[in-house]
Nanobody
């Protein structure tokens, strides 16, 4: 299983970024997926999820209305479109596969790539 996140970088407050996660080694379309993030010195935080069955999406309150999760099953790729970025969004972002349990719980996810770093600063 490989989950290769990309698209991070340095962006000014209010800016936008689109993260991508190229997946391989498993039946991508059959898995619900998510994004989690970890800010320096802080615990991992769940950000968003998208169900395999019907594409239903879920968001943490901290990103709702600013972030959009999507997937392209033909390309085995997961996306996170981020806009209205804030310094508090600075973190390493990881794509992850859902296992079981509440979608908003980081412990419900079981596989994670190396992540991509997002820095929001002026």
């Amino acid at each position: 299983v490989q989950l290769q996140a990309s698209g991070g970088g340095l962006v000014q407050p209010g800016g936008s970024l689109r993260l991508s996660c190229a997946a391989s080694g498993f039946a991508f379309s059959r898995f619900s997926l998510g994004w989690v993030r970890q800010a320096p010195g802080k615990e991992i935080e769940w950000v968003s999820a998208i169900k395999a069955a019907d594409g239903t999406t879920y968001y943490a309150d901290s990103v709702k209305g600013r972030f959009t999760i999507s997937r392209d099953n033909a390309k085995n790729t997961l996306y996170l479109q981020m806009s209205g970025l804030k310094p508090s969004d600075t973190a390493r972002y990881y794509c992850t596969t859902y296992d079981r349990g509440p979608y908003h719980d980081v412990d419900s996810y079981n596989r994670r790539g190396q992540g991509t770093l997002v820095t929001v600063s002026s």
